[in-house]
């Protein structure tokens, strides 16, 4: 079946870092993929998406570009703000927007000091 | 813009009780999805529907779980004779119906269950 897997935290970077968290996936077909958000206290919320390979999802200074080859969706900011402190999940779908179940990855834990 | 609502937030009950979770979707969303997720791990999906219909259920969601959305419109997760394993954050999703880019899920804020 679909599997996500994702670089396990937590992570913690002072303020400006680059960031980069390791998505890679495992599907029939061909899935959309996402990353979700989760601030504390929080629900999930939809950071960004990409729905064909080679497509670049991006939203808040982050990005993601799927890559078929290697099946991988790593997520990428090239400076990060305290504000950015939350757990983010990678996730994938079976149908091109999304509507169908998600299977989400663990999670990974950002910690952003200033 | 109301997004997705579930109530209650919180829900502390005793093993065997039974629970009940309503989950309303944005309103012009005809999928609704259930998931769980237990602390440290991503959620994990249950169900879903489309309209009244419930489409899929996972393995994890056994019989003493059952969900509905009778009207097509809120839903109903309920879990019967519950036990500690079951203490998780319950979420629900809404979306579009496929078809196109914009059926993204969104998801409520979720129902934090704790059995004692």
């Known amino acids: 079946g679909n599997s996500v897997t994702q670089m396990e935290g937590p992570v913690t970077l002072s303020e400006e870092a680059f960031l980069t968290i390791n998505c890679t996936y495992t599907a029939t077909g061909y899935p959309s993929l996402f990353w979700y958000v989760q601030y504390p206290g929080e629900g999930l919320q939809l950071l960004l998406k990409a729905t064909k390979a080679d497509d670049k999802g991006s939203n808040k200074g982050f990005e993601a570009t799927y890559r078929k080859e290697t099946t991988s969706f790593h997520l990428e900011k090239g400076s990060v703000q305290v504000s950015d402190s939350a757990v983010y999940f990678c996730?994938?779908?079976?149908?091109?927007?999304?509507?169908?179940?998600?299977?989400f990855g663990k999670g990974t834990k950002l910690t952003v000091n200033p | 813009d109301t997004g997705v609502s579930q109530n209650p937030r919180h829900k502390i009950t005793k093993r065997g009780q039974n629970v009940t979770f309503r989950c309303d979707p944005i309103?012009?969303?005809?999928?609704l999805y259930w998931y769980r997720q237990t602390l440290g791990q991503g959620p994990e999906f249950l169900t879903y529907?489309?309209?009244?219909?419930?489409?899929?259920k996972s393995r994890l969601l056994s019989d003493r779980f059952s969900a509905e959305r009778p009207k097509g419109s809120f839903s109903t997760l309920e879990i019967q004779r519950t036990e500690q394993g079951d203490s998780a954050m319950y979420l629900c999703?809404?979306?579009?119906?496929?078809?196109?880019?914009?059926?993204?899920?969104?998801f409520g804020p979720g129902t934090r269950l704790t059995v004692l």
């Open positions: 309103s012009e969303h005809n999928r």
């Open positions: 999703a809404s979306s579009h119906p496929p078809g196109g880019s914009t059926d993204t899920q969104y």
């Open positions: 996730a994938l779908s079976g149908t091109q927007g999304g509507s169908e179940k998600l299977v």
């Open positions: 529907f489309q309209n009244e219909a419930q489409l899929e």
